[in-house]
């Protein structure tokens, strides 16, 4: 009979924990070595064909763990290189320098960073030693997840599923010409007009570390988790999927506020450990929901795009779409894990 | 007196043991408040220091210790890589070419490194980082040397302010970093940062104690520490 621990124990196709990131990084370069390139020490998955002189380029990057983010939108469209860490633990300065210097086409390169006090930090120091050797920096945070308090007394809102919306509008933005400064215009709009909220059913396990990240009984969800299995606003019991989505889309659209006759993206995210399924169940939910407020869903993605692990459980992003912002959505992209218009 | 390059070796290799030991125990204080990486992050970058060191260990004690900043800001990640990095690389760079270096030279690339640490993470003192445990042990460090004690009895009362500063942060509600989101739920938890940053003056304190304490042991620390119980 199985035991009741079965949960807690590391069992995952990794060769060792050392090795995972490594081994992962050599199999992405191998399945999409049309579409990519990799480096190691320091580790960076830069786009093929990069720089493209005269494109502003496009870096992003984070702790593993959070798959396809960030190296599987590394491609034409969308970001010109990704910098891995170690698992939900922020990259360091080496590698966003160079992945800086190696996608510079000499029109600047744009920082995506999450609104996390490592990433900040080495972000930080990264664009120092860039900027000393000549190339021009900006960097965009973006803060969209409501479970979290913005105040003075926080780090502030973290960083979630706004991120991929956003590395794909302004990757599209930055591909038909944008300049480093519209393009910097464009990724604050886009992260002042999305706001996310997730749950977890389940935790997820840091190779690492070797146990689960937080216990969670069979009959309880936690409300506004993070990307890392932080513990968000609140423990409760279980509920059917649509009171769920009910929760999660009324406090999203309660926060910005989305309005009625507003546009939006809507995008339901699976934690890596979901089925596409339940996240069909839990769209058709946030999708009524949103019709019944007023508000007209013009694009929707579902699917799990920022994951953490293995957790079960979903992340509802709502974007307030404009011409513009639209327009770059739509437009063709090529990486590992998004692709259309091409 | 002065302090030698070799001392300072002696200092780092204590620390890398130490975080090595007790990789588990700062993990387990950071899974508590945090994202439960502390004590891998730091021993990953430890480890890749001690590899960094080996070959400056007779250069000067400003290129030791930014060597071993720069090899923390390349493998740690996390807050820690560049909170740590950065403490070493401006106590180095305020060291650079000093085969020895003098007991007030000491202590103020000690400050210029705690200097760094708050420009970079921005906290205040009872933000609940480690500024609150260095900030209160470099004070009495100063305060000592002027009052005209050695630098191992001066790094001996700073240790003390350490432990008390790393203490002080279990009732204080987080402010920064990760552990900020909790807002009252950090409060009982003990600081995994301010801990590491304890183990920092402490070990200082045996390489630099007179008279020499014995190389540091695995059984030296071990049953000290609770085991964090969530």
């Known amino acids: ?342 | 007196m002065a302090v030698t390059t070799a001392q300072l070796v002696d200092w780092i290799e204590r620390y890398a043991a130490v975080i090595a030991e007790q990789k588990q125990y700062l993990t387990g204080l950071d899974a508590a408040i945090g994202d439960g990486d502390h004590g891998i992050n730091m021993d990953r970058g430890f480890q890749q220091v001690l590899i960094k060191i080996a070959p400056v260990k007779d250069k000067d004690a400003g290129t030791l210790l930014k060597t071993t900043g720069m090899a923390l800001v390349g493998s740690v990640g996390g807050a820690g890589g560049p909170l740590y990095g950065t403490f070493f690389i401006r106590a180095g760079t305020a060291l650079d070419g000093k085969a020895e270096v003098a007991d007030a030279d000491l202590v103020a690339a000690l400050e210029a490194g705690l200097k760094g640490v708050v420009e970079r993470g921005k906290a205040n003192l009872k933000d609940k980082t480690m500024v609150d445990v260095l900030t209160p042990a470099l004070e009495q460090a100063r305060a000592r040397l002027k009052e005209g004690a050695s630098i191992a009895d001066a790094l001996s009362a700073a240790t003390d302010a350490a432990e008390a500063g790393m203490k002080a942060t279990i009732p204080l509600k987080a402010l920064k970093g990760r552990a900020s989101y909790l807002g009252d739920r950090s409060i009982g938890h003990q600081d995994p940062g301010a801990t590491s940053s304890y183990y920092l003056l402490r070990t200082l304190r045996e390489a630099l104690a007179d008279p020499p304490q014995g190389a540091s042991t695995s059984t030296s620390y071990v049953g000290r520490e609770q085991q964090p119980t969530s």
């Open chain 1, 1 to 342: 009979m199985a035991e009741a621990t079965v949960t807690t124990r590391l069992k995952k196709l990794i060769n060792t924990p050392e090795s995972e990131v490594k081994d992962a990084l050599a199999g992405m370069a191998l399945a999409h070595a049309d579409l990519i390139r990799v480096e190691y020490d320091p580790n960076v998955i830069i786009r093929k064909d990069a720089p493209k002189k005269g494109k502003v380029g496009l870096v992003s990057g984070g702790g593993s763990g959070h798959e396809p983010m960030h190296g599987g939108y590394v491609g034409r469209g969308m970001l010109d290189a990704a910098c891995p860490g170690a698992v939900f633990t922020s990259p360091t300065p080496d590698q966003m320098a160079r992945a800086t210097k190696a996608v510079d086409g000499g029109a600047g390169v744009l920082h995506v960073v999450k609104n996390y006090t490592g990433d900040i930090m080495n972000f930080e120091m990264a664009a120092e030693l860039a900027r000393g050797e000549g190339s021009q920096v900006n960097a965009v945070i973006t803060n969209d997840d409501v479970a979290v308090q913005d105040s003075l007394y926080t780090a502030g809102r973290r960083g979630v599923g706004v991120t991929v919306l956003l590395e794909k509008i302004v990757g599209g933005a930055a591909e038909a010409g944008y300049d480093l400064q519209k393009a910097t215009e464009l990724a604050k709009k886009v992260n002042a007009n999305g706001r996310s909220m997730g749950m977890a059913l389940t935790s997820c396990i840091v190779p690492a570390a070797g146990k689960v990240t937080f216990e969670i009984a069979d009959d309880e969800m936690e409300l506004g988790i993070g990307i890392h299995g932080e513990p968000g606003r609140e423990r409760t019991k279980l509920k059917p999927a649509d009171e769920i989505a009910e929760i999660l889309t009324s406090t999203v659209v309660k926060d910005l506020p989305f309005k009625r006759g507003d546009e939006v993206l809507a995008f339901v995210n699976g934690m890596g450990g979901t089925p596409l399924i339940e996240l069909y169940v839990v769209y058709n939910a946030v999708h009524q929901y949103l019709t019944k407020e007023g508000i007209k869903v013009s694009r929707s993605l579902v699917g799990s795009y920022i994951t953490s692990l293995e957790m079960a459980g979903t992340s509802v992003t709502l974007l307030k779409l404009d011409a513009e912002t639209t327009k770059f959505w739509d437009a063709p992209v090529h990486t590992p894990a998004l692709r259309w218009g091409v």
